[in-house]
């Protein structure tokens, strides 16, 4: 007590009034489980725990942000309210007001998860567009007037027992400290807060991903803070579909995809899938995911500095696809479209960050019976991806940058060399069969390259100028290229040697391009700038013992096919609900297209086919047609090519409007 009384009143005041608040929250939390636990369904006695751990520390941050303008301006001797009883009130009053709209958004959370068993979140907005219906059903489904009662009850009391901890508090004075003293506690204090806030000890701070843990939808729901979640999908959420625009497109898109079941005002794009080249039965999957590997700057482009021969040797002895595009760049994008096949269209932030559709079908959970793993050098926090991993596959064993014995390298975690040696060592062990994703990370500034690096050699015998006529910037960027090249060989050398080996597909793809000078060493499409197909195009192989021949693809396939693809290579039948395709499905020869997006508040969306590449910025009149093939790749031929840019354009916006509406009705139960 001697201890507390020796701190400053502010100090006393907030280590006494955000535990007791983020109790209340707790408390809400447990009344939440108790009134909506599905008796029939309920969760597990360590997912509760862990949901209210989780809900605790949501809690905690929510308190943390509401007291920050106090503990920041508080320390000023003219607005501190221990020292003026004109700022107690005005620290009151502003006390009082987040309270209240802290219990506002309890109240409509309870009363939403009633109504529709789902938290608020901002599309509940939608709600005020019909503000009369919307409010005439509340009246009568709800006890308002009681609820109204109870609402400004709490408050009252908040604001009550608040004034008496000020009062309290105020009896026993602030001990005359120091100036350094005072900075000292100040910065003391700061960092606790801080600590508070950020809710863990890692590189990433806590996130709505977190929350996304269990397979039990409603233990996830529990983790969750009410007024944390509307802010998070208000933050995250703000890309919406044109149902109209939708059906616009529709026939187009059902065309496309193949579907049989055609129903414009279901919007069905749901279809029945049968392998077309199985290669074996349930055969192990590995999906490596190379960092910003583009293919000009590859080996397999003919590159001079040969940067990446041990790819190279794999699709010399396996299927190279020479025409393979990411739809934009970004990782957390690509990793999105990899497990859902569908493009990210999100133009604020990332798909992947958004809470509202973080529960998508994958087709990796077709994969019956398979063990699945996700390996990844650093943090699955990073993009929010966890969250989105998590609810996607059922009992995926997620490896992160804390699970290895390999020391960290830089931010992005281990080294990708280490990343290969210990992802090769769990599957060693695990039993088959099973589907892998390697995610690499190194190949991203700063570029560093670890002192132990089993045999790989730097080479230091060219010169910034040099690696730069070849598409490089940096020498430094160069070896870093070639020791994400170095660390595919090294897994595979490893891989060999192991009983798995014999019975697995290697699927190897860059996630995507990079812009910039593409190099001398390519044709005139290619090495043009103006398509920005630098940022998209990268290699695509695939490697197995059970691949007899060589080939080399010239087909368009893009990163939304790839898991179509391996599902039929492997034999898997499934239920398509989005709108990746079978690259091997003959019915969609000479059909093949690659949709690509550039992010921003008027995205440019286009189509790259096997001969036109179509660019257009949405909802404006600008036309951009090109004929990749031609001596002049970069000249505009819209105006003679009227047929085409309608057949292109059509299908670049039956993509994108799709797109933007399927991952809102692409839930697992909506594939059965």
Known sequence: MNIFLKLPQLLRFLLIFIPSLTFVYVLMRFAFYIAFDNANSPISFSDFIYSMWLGFRFDLRMVVVMTAPLFFLGWIKWLNPFRYSFMKYFWLVYLSIIFGIYALFYVFDFGYFAYLSARLDFSALRFLQNFAISAEMVWESYPVIWITFGLLSSIVIFAFLTNKLFAKISNYPSPDYSY???????FISFLVMFVAGYSKLSQYPLRWSDAAFSKHPFANLLAYNPVHYFLDTWKNGRVSY???KVRKYYPVMADYLGVKNKNIEKLNFKRAISPTKQLAKKPNIVIVIMESFASYKSSLSKNPLNPSPYLQDLADNGWYFKNYFSPSTGTARSIYCTVTSLPDVELKGTSSRNPLIVNQHSIIEDFKGYEKFYFI????????????????MDNLHLYEEKDYSSPRNDVWGISDADL???????LAKTKEPFFAIIQTSGNHRPYTIPDNSYDFKMRNDVSDKEVQKYGFDSVKEFNSFRFLDYSVGLYMQKAKKEKYFKN???VFYGDHGISGFAGQHLNKSEGSNGFSLGERRVPFVIYSPFIK????YTKVMSETDVLPSVASLAGISYNATTIGRDIFDKRFDGKNYAFTIHHSSSPTIGLIGSKYYFKTTYNSPRILLYDMDSDDPMKNIAKDKPLIVKKMKDLTYGIFESAKYIPYFNKREDAK
């Not at 350094?180 to 100040?186: P, R």
């Not at 050098?377 to 998590?390: T, V």
């Open 549 to 552: 021949n060589h080939k080399v």
């Open 377 to 392: 050098g650093g943090s699955a926090s990073w993009g929010n991806i966890r969250g989105m991993l998590n609810q996607s």
């Open 420 to 426: 290969a040696v210990e992802a090769n060592k769990v």
């Open 504 to 506: 697995t597909i290697f």
């Open 180 to 186: 350094k003293k005072y900075a000292l506690i100040g």
């Open 242 to 244: 044109d149902v109209k």
